[in-house]
């Protein structure tokens, strides 16, 4: 029990120190909590965490050399730079009209989870984790057996929930401070921040390309 305790630990804070770092996702929950209330950041993370138990078995099954590779990385990084862009500019035209109008814009679970899972996916660095420090410590857990891989995701999912409903809660319960204008600001500056992740994807899948 002390070495699944251990394992679920460490893998809390090493969820810590990639979820707190910027990124797609974490600009999706910023921009996207402050019209859809605490509700966005859990929701956000159950489908990334859908995404990553379908990782976790593929790794165990052997993906591992596969996402390793080069042509795999730079088609996943092209493939995402073009999808940052896509969401930046629908970001971006939809300024002029942005309202807070808090009781119109609830919507159902359905789209912040399928988003979770596609913002997982366009962030080429997400695979490359799961491909390299990832697998080594789910090799290293599973020595424990399936106890010992259940810790570990079960470690790495709360660290995620954790952090991203914390950023929902403070966002959506500062909401009512927010004017229109400011509002409009966040949304902004959170779409420009996606279009400076598309560029750098884009440039390391085209500089992985030439070698």
Same mark, same amino acid.
């Given at each position: 029990?002390?070495?699944?305790?251990?394992?679920?630990?460490?893998?809390?804070?090493?969820?810590?120190?990639?979820?707190?770092?910027?990124?797609?996702?974490?600009?999706?929950?910023?921009?996207?909590?402050?019209?859809?209330?605490?509700?966005?950041?859990?929701?956000?993370?159950?489908?990334?965490?859908?995404?990553?138990?379908?990782?976790?078995?593929?790794?165990?099954?052997?993906?591992?050399?596969?996402?390793?590779?080069?042509?795999?990385?730079?088609?996943?990084?092209?493939?995402?730079?073009?999808?940052?862009?896509?969401?930046?500019?629908?970001?971006?035209?939809?300024?002029?009209?942005?309202?807070?109008?808090?009781?119109?814009?609830?919507?159902?679970?359905?789209?912040?989870?399928?988003?979770?899972?596609?913002?997982?996916?366009?962030?080429?660095?997400?695979?490359?984790?799961?491909?390299?420090?990832?697998? $080594?410590?789910?090799?290293?857990?599973?020595?424990?057996?399936?106890?010992?891989?259940?810790?570990?995701?079960?470690?790495?999912?709360?660290?995620?929930?954790?952090?991203?409903?914390?950023?929902?809660?403070?966002?959506?319960?500062?909401?009512?401070?927010?004017?229109?204008?400011?509002?409009?600001?966040?949304?902004?500056?959170?779409?420009?921040?996606?279009?400076?992740?598309?560029?750098?994807?884009?440039?390391? $899948?085209?500089?992985?390309?030439?070698?």
């Amino acid at each position: 029990m002390r070495a699944l305790g251990a394992v679920f630990a460490t893998s809390l804070l090493l969820a810590f120190s990639g979820a707190m770092m910027p990124g797609p996702l974490l600009t999706a929950t910023i921009s996207e909590s402050a019209r859809r209330g605490a509700l966005t950041g859990p929701l956000l993370i159950l489908g990334h965490s859908i995404l990553e138990l379908a990782m976790v078995a593929a790794l165990l099954f052997g993906l591992a050399p596969v996402l390793a590779s080069d042509a795999v990385f730079a088609a996943i990084a092209l493939a995402g730079a073009v999808v940052l862009f896509v969401m930046a500019a629908g970001m971006f035209r939809s300024l002029p009209a942005l309202r807070i109008a808090w009781e119109e814009r609830r919507s159902s679970s359905g789209p912040l989870l399928s988003a979770g899972i596609l913002l997982s996916l366009s962030n080429p660095y997400w695979t490359i984790w799961w491909a390299t420090i990832g697998l $080594g410590y789910l090799l290293t857990c599973r020595s424990l057996g399936g106890a010992g891989v259940a810790a570990f995701f079960l470690g790495h999912v709360a660290g995620d929930f954790l952090w991203y409903s914390a950023v929902s809660l403070l966002v959506s319960r500062g909401r009512r401070l927010l004017s229109d204008r400011i509002y409009r600001g966040l949304i902004g500056l959170c779409a420009s921040f996606l279009v400076g992740f598309a560029c750098y994807f884009g440039y390391a $899948g085209i500089s992985t390309l030439r070698g």
